[in-house]
């Protein structure tokens, strides 16, 4: 069976970390950024870790 082929949009939006974490970014920060609060688009900058219920599914897509 051949080689599965790589997710174009998730190659983009995740990374793996060294412990086999899958990083990504969080969502909200796009557009309507003045309503929002300078504390919480701060909060906003930082990066997240994809749940463990939708890791597998997406280091396959990787």
């Known amino acids: ?27 909200n920060r796009r557009h309507i950024l003045s309503k929002k609060s300078p504390k919480r688009k701060r909060g906003l900058r930082k990066a997240a870790f994809v ?8 280091k396959g897509m990787i």
């Open 51 to 58: 749940d463990q219920t939708q890791a597998k599914t997406i």
């Open 1 to 27: 069976m051949p080689k599965q082929k790589s997710h174009s949009g998730a190659k983009k939006r995740f990374s793996l970390t060294g412990s086999g974490k899958i990083k990504r970014a969080k969502m």
